[in-house]
Nanobody
Framework: QVQLVESGGGLVQAGGSLRLSCAAS????????MGWYRQAPGKQRELVAT???????NYGDSVKDRFTISRDNAKNTVYLQMNSLKPEDTAVYYC?????????????????WGQGTQVTVSS
């Protein structure tokens, strides 16, 4: 099993910045892509950004040029630097990891989610 623990959410004024972190732990063999998704009240969960183990990144259109995703493979941790925040960025942000874990002699590849961290941007 793999656990994802997020931190860094909070309340910030429009134009401000926040940095989210997500650390993966457990019986990890390898992690391919890690990323962030968000869900605002009454809306579907949407892509924020992803990063592969090789460093390739992908961003949702609404956050390009404002958010930066990075990753520390040695620590199994992914970060999201959010700048120029807008009220429409308010949402619960979820960490996601495509991980291969091991239990005994059994290997399992699975998509994991964190519990979410609230980001609120005031106008």
């Amino acid at each position: 099993q793999v656990q994802l623990v997020e931190s860094g959410g909070g309340l910030v004024q429009a134009g401000g910045s926040l940095r989210l972190s997500c650390a993966a732990s457990g019986s990890i063999v390898s992690i391919n892509a890690m990323g962030w998704y968000r869900q605002a009240p009454g809306k579907q969960r949407e892509l924020v950004a992803t990063v592969t183990s090789g460093g390739s990144t992908n961003y949702g259109d609404s956050v390009k040029d404002r958010f930066t995703i990075s990753r520390d493979n040695a620590k199994n941790t992914v970060y999201l630097q959010m700048n120029s925040l807008k009220p429409e960025d308010t949402a619960v942000y979820y960490c996601n990891a495509d991980a291969l874990s091991v239990s005994g002699s059994r290997y399992t590849r699975k998509n994991y989610w964190g519990q979410g961290t609230q980001v609120t941007v005031s106008s």
